[in-house]
């Protein structure tokens, strides 16, 4: 079975540090991976998919890159602002309902 | 554009009491799925359905039922509810699986209590 890590669970920063999350995974047979965001009492909100043939996808101030050989996946976020608080969570998919997610890391970006 | 549209946001149960829990989505996904959240477990795929007419179990399929007559609609019904299912259950939909068509969205979810 597929397993999914986050390390570390939380990350405090000061506001306008650069700052990378990780996510490692056990199996490198992977349709995609997807990186969210999620805000306390909310929903997971899409920051970025990766393809199984890409290596890295952009969006704004963030930047996630996907190392299959090695299973493992980054997030970089530029420049961090308190508004980037929040859980980030990475998801794997292995198949059309094989997700698996990581339990997240809870980053608070101080001002 | 609304998405995925999860109802009730809150809801408390006693025990033995059922329920359904609604979800909607508007972007003519063919993929829709059932989680569970829970401190320190992550999200578990509870039900999960392929298109219209077809569903299947995930991981922690017990006490849980789903029907998908329609493309929009996902209900999940908790049969007799039991404090074990305290928890926060998400809606989500893709509009399939490989490549960009994977990309997940999310309703808000429903908090659940069960006393």
């Known amino acids: 079975k597929q397993e999914v890590t986050q390390i570390p669970a939380a990350l405090s920063v000061p506001e306008g540090e650069n700052l990378v999350l990780n996510c490692s995974f056990t199996d490198s047979a992977i349709y995609n991976l997807q990186w969210f965001r999620q805000d306390p009492g909310k929903g997971l909100t899409s920051l970025l998919l990766?393809?199984?043939?890409?290596r890295e996808q952009t969006s704004g101030r963030l930047n996630a890159s996907l190392d299959k050989s090695s299973g493992r996946s980054t997030l970089y976020i530029a420049a961090s602002q308190p508004g980037d608080s929040a859980t980030y969570l990475c998801?794997?998919?292995?198949?059309?309902?094989?997700?698996?997610f990581g339990t997240g890391t809870r980053l608070t970006v101080i001002p | 554009n609304a998405g995925v549209t999860q109802t009730p946001k809150f809801q408390v149960l006693k025990t033995g009491q059922s329920m359904t829990l609604q979800c909607a989505q508007d972007m003519n996904h063919e993929y829709m799925s059932w989680y569970r959240q829970d401190p320190g477990m992550g999200l578990r795929l509870i039900h999960y359905?392929?298109?219209?007419?077809?569903?299947d179990q995930g991981e922690v399929p017990n006490g849980y039922n789903v029907s998908r007559s329609t493309t929009e609609d996902f209900p999940l019904r908790l049969l007799s509810a039991a404090p074990s299912q305290t928890s926060v259950y998400f809606c989500?939909?893709?509009?399939?699986?490989?490549?960009?068509?994977?990309?997940?969205?999310f309703g808000e979810g429903s908090r659940l209590t069960v006393l």
């Open positions: 989500a939909s893709s509009k399939g699986a490989g490549g960009q068509t994977g990309e997940l969205f």
């Open positions: 998801a794997v998919r292995t198949g059309a309902n094989n997700l698996f």
């Open positions: 990766i393809q199984s043939s890409q």
């Open positions: 359905s392929v298109g219209a007419g077809i569903t």
